[in-house]
């Protein structure tokens, strides 16, 4: 039987993403410690970080702090952070949010525009607005990007950059990844919000060392997202992670999605602000932070409230916790804010309800979330295109 030889250029992607991926979660890196770590020869690691610098991938940043056998210090190597761009842009129904990053995901330049029309179209020209102005600040042009990520509610196939559910736009069936492409003449994929942040915390953030991460998310909606052996879990059609429309009460609350009874209708932000409004109809513009502001100054309706969503939310997730069995549970969103009278019940009923002691000793990591929103979403966003750039190991 004739044996299969590997195919040079497979070989040589494989090794580049090697590198690239030990740098990014362990640089900076001298080309003998990046032998050590990934058992490629001397000979092919030089063969290899050559293409890659002169590619603009990486740069030689120094030299190691111990010498070598008494000779040259190694030099370390790093990915070259600031080299190339990424746009990521958060869509909702009233408004847009947008970031020009940099390889590290990290917001160089940020703007929003309204949402006068949610219809594709509109949504297309609004979006060649928002890059324009990005790009323009910094005086870019659309061909020094890698690529631009669309972040968006609801069910994203991000196979093909279908927007397959959107309640909130209005969208089914929606290839806005294709149709943006086309319109704005680069590369773009669409995801769901919640699967994008959590490619970005598995890039750069508090996931990047774990391949096993449960990823909750709280605020407009509640939804989760699965980094399972280091990949994100999407699904059939990118509607894994929807457990807010999982309908907990028969005739319940009405949902966004429009049915009644679901978990977000009782857990996220909006259906905090109604409930709570009907205990204190003589309160006008009800807002989360109010809320949050009177229970941490003891009122008792806000902190009964807002330990009963904790609490509703946490049985919640104590199920997916003992679905996938996560070494680590990063929460972020709006709600993350809303303080101890959230956040301590829901840790608690995760450790108390989650099987066999599962969770006792699991880390919650609760991801601060600022007056910046767009931020961490736009980040998200981003990473779309910067996760294909390192999958590919091109720029």
Same mark, same amino acid.
């Given at each position: 039987?004739r044996s299969l ?5 497979t070989?040589r992607?494989?090794?580049?993403r090697?590198?690239?991926?030990l740098?990014? $979660?362990?640089g900076?890196?001298s080309?003998?410690q990046?032998a /050590?770590?990934t058992?490629?020869?001397?000979a092919?690691i ?11 991938w990486?740069?030689?940043?120094g030299?190691?702090?111990?010498s070598s ?5 190694? +030099? ?6 600031d ?10 129904? /009233? ?5 020009l990053t940099?390889l590290?995901t ?7 525009? =309204?949402?006068t029309?949610?219809? =594709?179209?509109d949504?297309?020209r609004d979006?060649? $607005?928002?890059c324009?102005?990005l790009?323009?600040?910094r ?6 990007l890698l690529g +631009? ?5 609801? +069910? ?5 950059? $279908? ?6 736009l209005g ?14 003449? #680069? ?5 769901n919000? #919640? ?7 598995h ?5 990047k060392k774990h391949?096993n991460?449960l990823?909750?998310?709280? &605020?407009?909606g509640?939804g989760?997202?699965f980094i399972l ?14 457990? &807010?429309?999982?309908v907990?009460v028969?005739?319940?609350r009405?949902?966004?999605? &429009?049915?009644?009874?679901?978990? /977000?209708?009782y857990t ?8 709570y ?7 006008? &513009? ?7 502001e009177?229970?941490?100054?003891g009122? /008792?309706?806000? @902190? ?10 946490g049985?919640?997730?104590s ?8 070494e680590?549970?990063?929460?972020g ?8 009278a ?12 989650a ?20 931020t961490p979403?736009? @980040?998200?966003a981003?990473s ?11 720029v």
């Open positions: 039987m030889k590997a195919d040079p250029a070989v992607s494989q090794n580049r090697l590198i690239l991926d740098l990014r $979660t362990e900076p890196l080309r003998i990046l /050590e770590a058992g490629l020869s001397t092919s030089t063969i290899v970080t050559a293409e890659l610098i002169g590619d603009g990486i740069s030689e940043q030299t190691t702090q111990a056998g008494g000779g040259r210090r190694p +030099i370390l190597l790093n990915i070259n952070y080299s190339h761009f990424a746009i990521g842009i958060k869509i909702r129904q /009233e408004r847009i949010d947008a970031g940099d590290s990290r917001v160089l330049a940020h703007t929003t525009l =309204p949402v029309s949610t219809a =594709p179209g949504i297309l979006l060649h $607005t928002v324009t102005r790009l323009d600040e005086g870019l042009t659309f061909d020094r +631009i990520g669309l972040a968006l509610s609801g +069910i994203v196939d991000f196979t093909t950059g $279908t927007a397959v559910q959107t309640p909130q969208w089914f069936d929606v290839p806005i990844a294709e149709m943006a492409s086309a319109h704005l003449g #680069v590369p773009v994929w669409a995801d919000d #919640v699967n994008a942040y959590a490619v970005a915390e890039l750069f953030g508090h996931a391949q991460v990823v909750v998310t709280a &605020g407009r509640v989760a997202a052996d280091g990949q994100v879990f999407r699904g059939r059609g990118g509607g894994s992670g929807e457990f &807010g429309h999982n907990i028969d005739g319940g009405l949902c966004t999605c &429009g049915q009644h009874g679901c978990l /977000e209708a996220a932000e909006p259906a905090l602000i109604s409930q409004a009907e205990h204190r109809p003589d309160l006008g &513009g009800m807002t989360a932070d109010l809320i949050a009177h229970a941490r100054d009122n /008792e309706d806000a @902190r009964a409230l807002l330990h009963d969503a904790g609490t509703l939310l049985r919640h997730v199920y997916l916790v003992n679905t996938v069995d996560p680590l549970i990063l929460f969103g709006e709600a993350s804010r809303l303080g101890e959230y956040l301590a019940p829901l840790q608690a009923t995760i450790r108390d309800l099987f066999a002691g599962r969770a006792r000793n699991l880390p919650f990591i609760v991801d601060p979330w600022t007056d910046n929103t767009f979403w736009v @980040r998200g981003a779309l295109a910067v996760q294909r750039a390192f999958d590919l190991g091109i």
